[in-house]
């Protein structure tokens, strides 16, 4: 625990009250697919935007659920736009809540609290909405615009909301988002990107126990591939390559003419990704079974959220609201991809890991950390303060800006 600070006492005062919020929404199934779910998550939400002074909208979806767009002015024309981002949706399913609603236990001496998402990331859409208030309590109006969006389907990617996190990420000066943290003194400076990619082998069938030898078997091609393809994990600086499944053959009596394997794939920068798919693509060219074919597909999902000077600035300042709050603020890079993903590849100043400390994230017993919960919420209410007090740092953003709009 760190020394008193009035800011710290001040989110300490609203704890009570975000974790009533949390308790409701976390006991809302909402797992990417329950679409009925999410936007009962995202109504409740809009509901307390709407009491903070925000005006709302919702980008309407028909797979996934609706996201939500919520947006205060402020009295700055010239002041910052600030985006904060996270997502409502889970990766639990239906009847998770039922199994095992919201507690608040304690864990080896913590208070912590559970339920299905509460960690990753319902807490942390809570977290963003009370670090805004704390400033709007001190009657706080120098910036242009605070802009959150709450997307449905970042659980499996973001396809329905990447280009609406994109496009406003273009507008805003600084993108802040709201995943999990992994302690009080860390925060998310660095992502890798996210692929996925299929080997398929093309064989030639045959009848197994009258004349195999007329068949090319496509499994036995792949089993080669698949270990070429394992073979070139961390054969690059910041590469990864992990075959993740595997399928071919149909009967049980026919050498099977096609066969394929997944991986997913991720790099900590462009050049690990044009270095990895350039060896996978050399790799399938190698042909073990005579008169076999193979071919490998896919692409990234996201591109890495990388260290760059651009991102230095939010580094630097959450460090500085760290020190206020006597607590010491170092980055981390992470091997996950998140919307950060998204935000940092079009140039908008990007920090991630914003949210609540905690553990076992995707796992039944994912849980939140309650006892330094208002040192994060101080925190983040500290660097979005710092965010808009600061012309240097929107200079930076819109030469940022215009040196990308003439590119």
């Known amino acids: 625990m760190t020394e008193h600070h009035p800011r710290i006492d001040q989110a300490r005062q609203l704890l009570p009250e975000l974790l009533k919020d949390l308790e409701a929404i976390v006991n809302i199934d909402s797992g990417t697919y329950n679409k009925a779910g999410v936007d009962q998550v995202g109504a409740y939400l809009q509901k307390r935007f709407t009491e903070l002074g925000f005006s709302t909208s919702f980008d309407p979806q028909q797979e996934y659920g609706n996201h939500l767009i919520a947006t205060r002015k402020g009295g700055n024309p010239q002041g910052a736009r600030v985006l904060l981002i996270g997502h409502m949706d889970t990766v639990f399913p239906d009847g998770e809540v039922e199994k095992r609603p919201y507690t608040q236990t304690v864990l080896d001496g913590r208070e912590i609290a559970k339920g299905p998402g509460v960690l990753d ?12 208030d704390m400033l709007l309590q001190e009657d706080w109006n120098e910036y242009q615009s605070i802009t959150f969006v709450f997307n449905s389907d970042e659980e499996i990617g973001s396809p329905a909301s990447k280009e609406l996190i994109t496009e406003w990420a273009r507008k805003s000066d600084a993108a802040l988002v709201l995943e999990p943290g992994r302690t009080l003194e860390t925060v998310v400076s660095a992502r890798k990107s996210s692929g996925l990619y299929r080997v398929e082998v093309w064989g030639r069938s045959a009848h197994a126990g009258v004349e195999p030898e007329k ?9 080669h591939q698949v270990q070429a393809m394992q073979a070139l994990h961390e054969s690059f600086p910041g590469v990864s390559v992990n075959v993740t499944s595997i399928q071919g053959g149909d009967r049980k009596n026919v050498i099977p003419d096609y066969a394929y394997c997944d991986m997913d794939v991720r790099a900590s920068n462009m050049r690990g990704i044009h270095e990895i798919e350039e060896a996978m693509q050399r790799a399938v060219r190698q042909q073990h079974i005579p008169e076999t074919q193979a071919q490998v597909s896919g692409s990234m999902r996201s591109l890495p959220f990388e260290h760059s000077e651009v991102n230095a600035p939010l580094i630097r300042m959450t460090q500085e609201a760290g020190a206020e709050l006597g607590i010491a603020i170092h980055d981390v890079a992470s091997g996950g991809a998140s919307d950060a ?33 208002p040192e994060r919420i101080a925190l983040l209410s500290g660097l979005i303060g710092r965010i808009c007090r600061q012309k240097a740092f929107r200079s930076i953003s819109l030469d940022k800006n215009q040196r990308r709009s003439r590119g």
């Open 121 to 132: 990331m319902k807490v942390g859409l809570l977290m963003g909405m009370y670090s805004v």
């Open 215 to 223: 068949g090319r078997n496509a499994i036995i091609e792949l089993s």
């Open 341 to 373: 993903n998204n935000t940092s590849p079009v140039g908008v100043p990007t920090l991630d890991g914003l949210g609540a400390g905690g553990g076992l994230a995707h796992n039944p017993d994912e849980y939140v950390e309650l006892e330094y919960l």
